[in-house]
């Protein structure tokens, strides 16, 4: 169990310090593992009834309860459809679109990690993890080299991606014999593989993204839309950046597990263009982009599971669809929004009459 | 062009010189900004070398120069966005880098910068003076009206919930600058704010400047267009790598420090007043 592994190592790195603590700290640290892994089942379990009674009422097909990885597959979808777009909407007004799909690829080369170490060390971790380490590291790398050379390059960005998945292939041939059979599902996500144990890693990412976004939200915002006057203001920067690609780097790996590498980005970019389009103020855009990308990631299971074809294709389909139809529907706002014009007030500062200083020629 | 090439100290053609010494004690009236034999460089090429100079509260200065004469680069530095190579820069007293009181510093950058495809409108944007005030919590009613009344006061309410990206360039920079107002700044920078902008708004861009200077609020102001400069600043900066002219605007009319920092073909854009 792979929280138990994590515990195991907490505390055998803990041990380097201090030897006399192991056996308490192992016992604790695996105590607080199996809490938050029961906690999390329990929710799980919640979420089974909650979907059962769904199905008693509905009478849907996909929800019935033989089928409980077609459970576990929604509430992965409608988790990404909310952390994906959230996240996404800060990368994309920062032009960081393709960021999402760097760590993709280079948490394909934690995945292969993962899978390398079970095959070899026997280290029964599940590979999502080892991708959650991988492509946090990646981000740190990715901004890193950004400050120093004060600005997110291309080709840069490029080099790891393409390094990424370079390692993830040639780690995955090397031991070809036993690990060939289960890429596929990395790269393009399978509904019917999510299992409960990746289902809590999900959950336990989401609750990290969303409350991490609610906590500084504020800073987020004035460091995506004007980062000078920001640092101006004393918000350090550059930790924010780093956070916002931690969080990438989370989130690219919770939507893997149903979008697979090579789609996952568009979860982070495309539900965002589209909300771009016809939202006004951010919260706006916020609140549309959750609704836009949930929407797609609904529609697409139902389509994926009704019409047997895969989910993260079909999600992306029907999220570029209502990317199309937002478009439309921005144009049609703003060629109807142009009419209205508000009169521009005078300059109101109080010890000045401006007005009548004015004496240009 | 230089006057001379070694780092001796000497800081000719400063109207103003300032004292070498650091006073470790703020006089009744501190400073604003206080940088002190200041140089900078990128490379081992200094952009901006050995400069020294003072601004009081309520001032009204421009920084003046033609291209790559590393005025944007002395802004970074007096508001702490870099550290400089050599020498001290102070705002309110504090080391420019370390300084933690952001609120105090309005900050406006050209308006080429900040058009970003990005939806949200002018209200919100206002509302991010506040956040240095907030932290992590949400804006209190209060909070709410300071941005208001900023909105009021560069008379924009009327475009409170339109998108940034809506308006044209003068209409933008007055939003920047309720923003920097909503963050009760003491003291307003604004890089080069007026590029881009049509001449009609530029106008009524530097009106809002003279009235909130004459609030209180020391200007800061960035700028290649000279004829703005000699037309509203009170105080004037002209620097290529080292400062050439520091004094009243009048004089630098009159002074030759524009020709030497510019070299000969540069002449005042506007008419000059008296």
């Known amino acids: ?361 | 062009m230089s006057t001379h090439d070694t780092d001796s100290g000497s800081a000719a053609g400063t109207a103003e010189q300032t004292p070498t010494t650091m006073e470790s004690d703020a006089p009744a009236t501190e400073p604003v900004i206080d940088v002190s034999e200041v140089t900078f460089g990128y490379t081992a090429t200094p952009v901006v070398e050995d400069v020294s100079l003072t601004i009081d509260p309520g001032e009204y200065v421009a920084i003046v120069g033609p291209n790559g004469s590393g005025k944007s680069t002395l802004m970074q530095l007096m508001v702490g966005l870099r550290e400089p190579d050599r020498g001290t820069a102070n705002l309110f007293g504090e080391r420019a880098a370390r300084f933690d009181d952001g609120e105090r510093v309005g900050y406006v950058a050209q308006q080429a910068s900040a058009t970003k495809e990005m939806p949200i409108t002018v209200r919100e944007v206002v509302k991010m003076g506040r956040f240095p005030h907030v932290g992590f919590g949400r804006l209190s009613s209060a909070d709410w009206t300071i941005v208001d009344d900023a909105l009021a006061t560069v008379g924009m309410s009327g475009f409170a919930d339109r998108r940034v990206t809506q308006l044209s360039g003068g209409q933008r920079q007055r939003a920047f600058i309720a923003r920097a107002l909503a963050s009760e700044a003491d003291l307003l920078v604004l890089d080069e704010p007026t590029v881009g902008v049509d001449a009609e708004s530029v106008d009524a861009f530097y009106d809002l400047l003279a009235a909130l200077n004459a609030e209180g609020i020391t200007v800061l102001l960035i700028e290649h267009d000279l004829g703005a400069v000699v037309e509203h600043a009170d105080r004037v900066v002209c620097l290529n790598r080292e400062v050439y002219f520091d004094g009243p605007t009048d004089e630098f009319v009159d002074s030759d420090a524009l020709a030497r920092a510019f070299g000969t073909e540069a002449r005042f854009l506007g008419e000059v007043d008296g």
């Open chain 1, 1 to 361: 169990m792979s929280v138990d592994v994590a515990a195991t190592l907490g505390a055998s790195v803990l041990a380097i310090v201090d030897p006399s603590l192991l056996l308490s700290l192992q016992s604790w640290l695996g105590a607080v593992g199996d809490l938050v892994f029961g906690v999390l089942l329990w929710v799980l379990d919640q979420w089974y009834w909650l979907m059962d009674w769904v199905y008693y009422v509905t009478g849907l097909e996909m929800l019935n309860p033989r089928y409980r990885f077609m459970h576990r597959a929604i509430l992965v979808g409608l988790c990404v459809g909310v952390m994906a777009p959230l996240i996404g909407t800060f990368l994309v007004h920062r032009q960081l679109a393709l960021i999402g799909d760097a760590l993709a690829h280079t948490a394909f080369a934690g995945v292969a990690i993962g899978l390398f170490l079970n095959a070899v060390i026997d280290l029964g971790v599940s590979p999502y993890l080892t991708a959650v380490v991988v492509a946090m590291i990646a981000a740190l790398f990715i901004e890193l080299i950004s400050e120093v050379t004060d600005a997110y390059n291309d080709v840069s960005m490029a080099i790891v991606l393409s390094t990424g998945f370079a390692l993830g292939t040639t780690l995955i041939s090397l031991n070809a014999g036993g690990l060939a059979v289960g890429v596929n599902q990395f790269l393009f996500g399978n509904l019917s593989t999510v299992s409960p144990q990746s289902a809590a890693i999900l959950l336990v990412l989401f609750a990290v993204i969303v409350g991490t976004v609610a906590v500084t939200r504020n800073q987020l915002l004035y460091v995506t839309f004007d980062e000078t006057a920001a640092a101006v203001s004393g918000i350090p920067v550059n930790w924010y950046n780093r956070v916002m690609v931690m969080l990438t780097a989370m989130v690219v790996v919770g939507a893997m597990q149903i979008m697979g590498v090579i789609l996952v980005a568009a979860m982070l970019v495309v539900p965002v263009a589209g909300a771009t389009q016809v939202s006004r103020s951010f919260s706006e855009s916020l609140v549309v982009s959750v609704v836009l990308a949930e929407l797609a990631v609904l529609l697409g299971i139902a389509v994926a599971y009704y019409g047997g074809v895969t989910a993260g294709g079909v999600i992306v389909l029907v999220a570029v669809g209502i990317y199309i139809c937002a478009i439309a529907l921005g144009k049609v706002q703003s060629i109807r929004g142009e009419r209205t014009t508000p009169d521009m007030g005078s300059i109101e500062a109080d010890s000045v009459d401006v007005n009548t200083g004015t004496g240009d020629d």
